[in-house]
């Protein structure tokens, strides 16, 4: 993989508007990995968009400042030093901040990461994800510093690469969001009244705020039988590929005639929905699906 250095130099080479081919060259991905970047902004939030008007056959075009820059901000060089969880937890041990409260960026330069890896530490690990959650923020964004520097010291001991993204069923739920989803449906067929502190309660999370989020996430999928899929799984329960999927996704937006369902905050869409739309376009005129 190139360092930063390369790819900047590689980007300075280019016109002023380029490809998806022109990014992936520059960087060293695939069109797939620069593919991901764009259609994931869950995962890759603030990639620049297209710069019209497109090339031909429909070619995209996006500004290369402005992907230089997000690449610059959310690919930084890799330090000299030590790097990964072991490495971090030695730079956590030999860290003698000034102060006892940190926000993202002031934990980033102590542990010698990005704000980027601060927050990914704070999305992969959280309360609701995991049973060994990284130390939250305060209403400051501020996160305690011994709470950051045991945590980081504790799970190198049990870590040798970076965290991996949670693993997530065909809903897009990751495995605390399943586990409240059963325990929801359950009470509420029970008849039990499901509130945010009753979650927190049977889950022992530590704050309501914590399960208003899960209770966001599961919300479209609380009605039983309301059946909800995103990417792969979406495309194999319509018949479709996934490319054709995005393809309509972009292309049939909200001020479409005939726009195509929405995805949720999950990125999942109605099965019966997505289906019904495209049987609609196969059936109508020629002249109206061009």
């Given at each position: 993989?190139?360092?930063l250095?390369?790819?900047?130099?590689?980007f300075?080479?280019l016109p002023?508007r380029?490809?998806?081919?022109?990014?992936?060259k520059a960087?060293?991905?695939?069109?797939?990995?620069?593919?991901?970047?764009?259609?994931q902004?869950e995962?890759?939030?603030g990639?620049?968009?297209?710069d019209p008007?497109p090339g031909?056959?429909?070619?995209a075009?996006?500004k290369?400042?402005?992907?230089?820059a997000?690449y610059?901000?959310?690919?930084?060089e890799?330090?000299?030093?030590p790097?990964?969880?072991?490495?971090i937890a030695?730079?956590?041990?030999r860290?003698?901040?000034r102060?006892?409260r940190m926000?993202?960026?002031?934990?980033?330069?102590?542990?010698?990461?990005t704000?980027?890896?601060v927050?990914?530490?704070?999305?992969?690990y959280?309360?609701e994800?995991?049973d060994n959650?990284f130390?939250?923020?305060?209403d400051?964004?501020?996160?305690?510093?011994k709470?950051?520097?045991?945590?980081?010291?504790?799970?190198a001991e049990?870590?040798?690469k970076a965290?991996?993204p949670?693993t997530?069923?065909?809903?897009?739920?990751?495995a605390?969001?399943?586990?409240?989803?059963?325990?929801?449906?359950?009470?509420?067929?029970?008849?039990?009244?499901v509130?945010?502190s009753?979650?927190?309660e049977?889950?022992d999370?530590?704050t309501?705020?914590?399960?208003?989020?899960?209770?966001r996430?599961?919300?479209?999928?609380?009605?039983?039988?309301a059946e909800?899929?995103?990417?792969?799984?979406?495309?194999k329960?319509?018949s479709v590929?996934?490319?054709?999927?995005?393809y309509y996704?972009?292309?049939?937006?909200?001020?479409?005639?005939?726009?195509?369902?929405p995805a949720d905050?999950?990125?999942?869409?109605?099965v019966?929905?997505v289906?019904?739309?495209?049987?609609r376009?196969?059936?109508?005129?020629?002249?109206?699906r061009?």
């Open positions: 993989m190139p360092t250095d390369d790819v900047l130099k590689a300075d080479e002023d380029i490809t998806n081919s022109d990014i992936a960087t060293g991905r695939t069109i797939h990995g620069v593919r991901n970047w764009i259609y902004p995962k890759y939030p990639f620049p968009g297209e008007p031909p056959r429909g070619t075009y996006r290369r400042d402005d992907v230089r997000w610059e901000e959310n690919f930084p890799d330090s000299t030093g790097t990964g969880p072991t490495g030695e730079t956590a041990r860290a003698r901040p102060h006892a926000d993202s960026r002031e934990l980033a330069r102590i542990l010698n990461i704000p980027r890896g927050n990914y530490y704070a999305t992969a959280s309360p994800r995991s959650p130390p939250q923020a305060d400051n964004g501020e996160r305690d510093w709470e950051v520097r045991a945590w980081i010291i504790d799970n049990r870590e040798r965290p991996k949670t997530r069923d065909a809903r897009g739920l990751s605390r969001e399943q586990e409240a989803l059963a325990l929801v449906q359950e009470a509420e067929a029970a008849g039990t009244t509130t945010p009753w979650l927190a049977q889950l999370l530590k309501v705020d914590s399960a208003n989020r899960l209770l996430a599961i919300a479209p999928h609380r009605t039983p039988g909800r899929l995103r990417g792969a799984a979406l495309a329960a319509a590929s996934t490319d054709m999927i995005k996704a972009k292309t049939y937006g909200p001020s479409a005639e005939d726009p195509f369902p905050e999950g990125g999942t869409r109605s019966s929905e289906k019904a739309w495209i049987k376009r196969e059936n109508a005129p020629r002249a109206r061009s």
